[in-house]
């Protein structure tokens, strides 16, 4: 299985600022991650697929880099809505895997 | 816009059939995408169960392959879960969602999530 490695685990952040999560594959998954945002008692909910492309409806605040081992979420104004849990799951294989999640809290 | 919908017993004793339904609506499950099972627990995090496409095609989660099953019901617009031999373990908030395209890729609609609790 591809392992996923979100960090940091826990982000604490103000309204404003500029927020970048980080996700690192065990292998190469070429461009093929997605993020997601899920709220407490929700479903996750589709920001970014194949590592940068935006979701139809997501604010342009959004946005994601990387290929390989090495991707990030960046949140480049965070507003109120923001804070979540985010987290990144790649499809290059089977079995498909998810990072363990990063928390963005309000500082 | 399409809509997923979990249903299922909230409650299923240990060594039981764990046993869910996702109703789809707003499209077809003839569609060109796969329709995936996901669960999430605090200790494990998001887990990917597996999916199934409209021609039956399945692909699972090695952990899990030995007790799941999922099926499509095309005459029902529905895919089901079945997970046998359960146990404490697979007490989990369970979602169905929509994976994107023949390629099977991001999920791009989600169901609002069943917990199911495995106890006595």
């Known amino acids: 299985d591809i392992q996923m490695t979100q960090s940091p685990s826990t982000l604490s952040a103000s309204v404003g600022d500029r927020v970048t ?6 292998q190469s998954i070429n461009i093929w991650l997605a993020w997601y945002q899920q709220k407490p008692g929700k479903a996750p909910k589709l920001l970014i697929y194949k590592a940068s492309n935006l979701e139809s409806g997501v604010p342009s605040r959004f946005s994601g880099s990387g290929s390989g081992t090495e991707f990030t979420l960046t949140i480049s104004s965070l507003q109120p809505d ?8 790649h499809y290059n294989s089977y079995p498909r895997t998810f990072g ?4 963005v809290e309000i500082k | 816009q399409v809509h997923l919908q979990e249903s299922g ?7 039981g059939t764990l046993s869910l339904t996702c109703a789809v609506s707003g499209g077809s499950i003839s569609s060109d995408n796969w329709w995936t099972w996901v669960r ?8 990917w169960i597996g999916e199934t496409y409209h021609s039956g095609s399945t692909n699972y989660n090695p952990s899990l392959k030995s007790r799941v099953t999922i099926s499509v019901d095309k005459s029902k617009n529905q ?3 079945i997970l046998t031999s359960v146990t404490a373990a697979d007490t989990a908030l369970y979602f169905c ?3 994107l395209g023949y390629a099977s890729t991001s999920f791009d609609y989600w169901g609002q999530g069943t917990l199911v609790t495995v106890s006595s």
């Open chain 1, 21 to 26: 999560i980080t996700c690192r594959a065990s």
């Open chain 1, 82 to 89: 923001d804070f979540a849990t985010y987290y990144c799951h």
């Open chain 1, 100 to 103: 363990q999640g990063t928390k």
């Open chain 2, 9 to 15: 017993p909230g409650l299923v004793k240990p060594s």
């Open chain 2, 40 to 47: 999430q627990t605090p200790e494990k995090g998001l887990e």
């Open chain 2, 79 to 81: 895919f089901s879960l």
């Open chain 2, 97 to 99: 969602a929509r994976a």
